[in-house]
């Protein structure tokens, strides 16, 4: 385990922006608006302020306010921030990240988990975080070998809280991060307190009887779940069977970087929330310096079999832990109460936002926090 600091090196900036003035653009059909993907001229635009206005060095420098490490766990390097807080009775708490996201999604809860009394908090309520980013994702990057799947991403977080000399901690994730959470939950039972999630994958099990008691609110998220599946999962389908050929476009073009990212941001968040355009091109940034567009693609690669069996009416391995989830209205399907209930029994605790969508951290980053401290201080 040793100490880390993001430092690019500057021919790389260079190099980027050589790379962002030499973007040959594709032509647009007049018109369809956001229909067939990225509209031309908001990219044209968005990519004009990561070449121009955009400072890099700045958002290296908030990164690394936070004490970062790298450590070697089955063969592969993980990068994580450990912050502890002053509060000596903190309970240890992992948060992850997912796709297309990166530890930059948690600097604005950081200090909120970690020193709740110089935010207006109770001090019982503090965490210490350990924050890594997924193999083959960012600074954990880039694999070297196939097989991390899911479990064995779970086993890899559990002995790194050993090493941290954490016997016991709590467990929270949206995205790719609800799955490796709820697994830390299943897999080590004995250690894990609690997992909290802003993201919970349920489906219909293909049981007629289970829908007779359905809401006209569960039918709409049924029907955003068909949306998702018809016309905004192509991504996924594509890294799920071929995420070395679309990595060799996404490593080359810091556009195609840009676009492939820069859509999910568009369409998987509440219309009313506001995302900095800088956070969002520190997350672009962090993929493009990295080069992992391809490796962090593998990571759907090895958990299709899952997704396809979760898909097909299987239930998920049992856990044995309690769980929090916390929804909010504008993810890419927010799940159905009765079919969460049915494959996670252990729920004891379930909030409705009325607002934000897929990257709670970074839309609601106070309501997030509270439903956090809320679901373990019920744990304590």
């Keep these: 385990m040793r100490q880390f600091r993001i430092e690019i090196p500057q021919e790389d900036l260079d190099d980027l922006h050589r790379r962002l003035a030499a973007t040959r653009w594709p032509d647009e059909l007049p018109g369809v608006g956001w229909t067939r993907g990225h509209p031309l001229e908001p990219l044209r635009e968005l990519a004009a302020h990561w070449a121009d206005d955009f400072d890099w060095r700045a958002a290296e420098d908030r990164l690394n306010a936070h004490p970062q490490f790298l450590t070697e766990i089955d063969g592969a390097t993980v990068h994580f921030l450990h912050v502890r807080s002053p509060e000596p009775d903190a309970v240890p708490l992992i ?48 694999l070297t070998e196939t097989g991390w799947d899911v479990p064995r991403i779970a086993n890899a977080w559990a002995e790194l809280m050993t090493r941290l000399g954490y016997a016991e901690f709590a467990a929270q994730g949206g995205d790719a991060g609800s799955p490796i959470s709820l697994a830390l939950g299943t897999i080590h039972p004995d250690r894990v307190i609690g997992v909290h999630v802003n993201m919970l994958m349920a489906f219909p099990s293909g049981d007629p009887a289970e829908m007779a008691n359905l809401t006209d609110d569960d039918f709409a998220r049924l029907a955003a779940l068909g949306r998702f599946d018809a016309d905004r999962s192509a991504y996924m389908k594509l890294m799920q069977t071929r995420p070395q050929t679309v990595a060799y476009a996404l490593t080359d073009s810091p556009v195609g970087q840009l676009a492939w990212i820069a859509e999910k941001f568009a369409e998987w968040t509440d219309p009313a ?16 310096f990295t080069r992992t567009a391809g490796s962090s693609g593998q990571f759907y690669f090895e958990g299709a079999p899952a997704v396809r069996a979760l898909i097909e009416g299987n239930a998920p391995p049992p ?36 607002g934000g969508g897929h990257f709670a951290a970074l839309e609601q980053p106070g309501a997030l926090v509270e439903d956090v401290r809320a679901f373990f201080r019920s744990l304590r």
């Design 319 to 354: 856990i044995g832990v309690p769980v929090g989830v916390a929804v909010f209205p504008h993810d890419l399907f927010p799940p159905i109460r009765a079919f969460a209930d049915r494959d996670v029994p252990t729920i004891k605790h379930w909030t409705e936002f009325a």
């Design 273 to 288: 929330s506001v995302i900095d355009r800088d956070t969002l091109l520190t997350i672009v940034s962090i993929y493009w």
């Design 95 to 142: 948060l992850t990240h997912g796709w297309p996201g990166s530890v930059a999604e948690f600097l604005d809860v950081i200090g909120p988990l970690t020193d709740p009394r110089a935010h207006g908090g109770d001090p019982a309520d503090a965490f210490h975080l350990v924050i890594p980013s997924i193999p083959g994702y960012g600074f954990s990057g880039p």
